[in-house]
């Protein structure tokens, strides 16, 4: 991934918690979600990216319990690695609602985070739709 220009996945693959993070991915965005993570009591969650190339393995090698899109860029991408097991697209999830992803995974669409760090508005509805994050994780 560094290779390709993109920032190394953050967090513990086998937690069962991964997040997917829509483009572009900066400092201040890593930083929020780090924060963010931290004050759900989520600090060792999986955090990769879209658009890498290489999610679908990702996925299929950590299996995860739950798995949350951040943004609607993270979304397509989850759909379009085609996981043999999905139940729903996450292109179709109402964003805050959690959903059969596959047997044994519950999806969870987010907004995304970029907006939420210069618009109040933007901020409250990321902060209220993550914090369903606390009590899904496993």
């Given at each position: 991934?560094?290779?390709?220009?993109?920032?190394?996945?953050?967090?513990?693959?086998?937690?069962?918690?991964?997040l997917?993070?829509?483009?572009?991915?900066?400092?201040?965005?890593?930083?929020?979600?780090a924060?963010?993570l931290?004050?759900?009591?989520?600090?060792d969650a999986?955090?990769?990216?879209?658009?890498?190339?290489?999610?679908?393995?990702?996925?299929?090698?950590?299996?995860?319990?739950?798995?949350?899109?951040?943004?609607?860029?993270?979304?397509?991408?989850?759909?379009?690695t085609?996981?043999?097991?999905?139940?729903?697209?996450?292109s179709?999830?109402?964003?805050?609602?959690?959903?059969a992803?596959?047997?044994?995974?519950?999806?969870?669409?987010?907004?995304?985070?970029?907006?939420?760090?210069?618009?109040?508005?933007?901020?409250?509805?990321?902060?209220?739709?993550?914090?369903?994050?606390?009590?899904?994780?496993?």
């Open positions: 991934m560094k290779k390709a220009g993109h920032p190394a996945p953050l967090g513990d693959p086998t937690g069962g918690v991964v997917v993070l829509e483009q572009p991915v900066g400092p201040r965005v890593l930083e929020a979600l924060a963010s931290t004050a759900v009591s989520l600090p999986y955090v990769t990216y879209a658009s890498t190339g290489l999610l679908k393995e990702e996925l299929l090698a950590a299996d995860p319990q739950l798995l949350a899109a951040i943004g609607p860029g993270a979304a397509r991408d989850i759909d379009d085609d996981h043999p097991l999905a139940r729903n697209p996450f179709e999830a109402e964003e805050g609602v959690p959903f992803w596959t047997r044994g995974a519950t999806g969870l669409l987010l907004p995304p985070l970029t907006p939420a760090l210069d618009h109040d508005e933007s901020k409250r509805r990321f902060w209220r739709r993550f914090l369903a994050l606390k009590s899904l994780a496993p």
